[in-house]
């Protein structure tokens, strides 16, 4: 059941579980936080699953190229007591360097973590 939530293979199913976590943000949400945000906002939220990379280094990736963040929307829970949600990021810097994490984010291994 777990995988069901976690990774869903099949786009009703994906559409599904975004609508029930209500963690991942829709158009609208999106508007108003680029509003009140004016850093990058990754559109592809980080999924936080159980044996995702997708976390791993956040705080340090962003660290290492003088890339600000705040994470801006998001939540984490359990399904049978395993993580499980998605955050939001705002990364603020130079374009080069936030550029940079999202290169990092996207590396191999990381992959899950869907940073369009």
Known sequence: MYE???RPRHAITAA???SERQSEPDAALMERLRARHPGRLLTGTLPVAD???S???L??????HGVGFTLVHGGVGEVRGRPLGSVTPELRGEPAAVE???AGLRAPG???AGVR
């Open 110 to 112: 990381r992959v899950e």
């Open 100 to 102: 940079a994490v999202v």
């Open 59 to 64: 705080s340090e990736l962003p660290q290492i």
């Open 16 to 18: 599904f579980v975004r």
């Open 55 to 57: 976390l791993d280094g």
């Open 51 to 53: 044996g995702s990379p």
């Open 4 to 6: 069901v939530f976690a």
